[in-house]
């Protein structure tokens, strides 16, 4: 599990498992937010199991799935929202970390947050999201 920090209260990842839950919580985060629905690939661990193991360290949870490439502005709301409202430090995790990351970086353009800042947050954390900076009607 490799966490890539974008904020001081956010870090995100790619997919994670029970036993990385043990671990987060050992860390010293406070609530995971899963971006990845369930049964999008063999093997995955569901949201189910992955929201026992988070109550079981009395994490917060929330499975905010999103499918690749279909941002819904009802789920950049309600991510923007967890990041105000759940325990931090919080980890979002999907398959590779790039949904959870695009999700903040559409929340942060959407709160007035600089487009290049928020591009260049993300590279230093590894993800390209130079698309966003594609024009009008980008962010969304």
Do not use: K
Not at 33 to 42: F, K, L, M, Q, V
Not at 74 to 81: E, N, P, Q
Not at 105 to 111: D, K, P, Q, R
């Amino acid at each position: 599990m490799q966490l890539h920090q974008l904020t001081d209260i956010l870090n995100v990842s790619g997919q994670i498992d029970e036993a990385d839950v043990d671990t987060l919580a050992a860390r010293g985060f406070r609530s995971l937010i899963n971006n990845r629905p369930d049964g999008e690939a063999a093997g995955q661990p569901t949201s189910d199991a992955l929201a026992a193991a988070a109550a079981r360290h009395g994490l917060g949870y929330l499975h905010l799935p999103v499918v690749s490439g279909q941002w819904d502005e009802r789920v950049v709301d309600a991510f923007a929202d967890a990041l105000q409202t759940l325990p931090a430090p919080i980890l979002a995790f999907c398959r590779s970390g790039t949904r959870s990351c695009t999700l903040w970086a559409l929340g942060a353009c959407a709160a007035g947050m600089d487009r290049e800042a928020v591009i260049a947050c993300a590279a230093a954390a590894g993800y390209d999201l130079s698309a966003l900076g594609a024009g009008p009607g980008a962010s969304r």
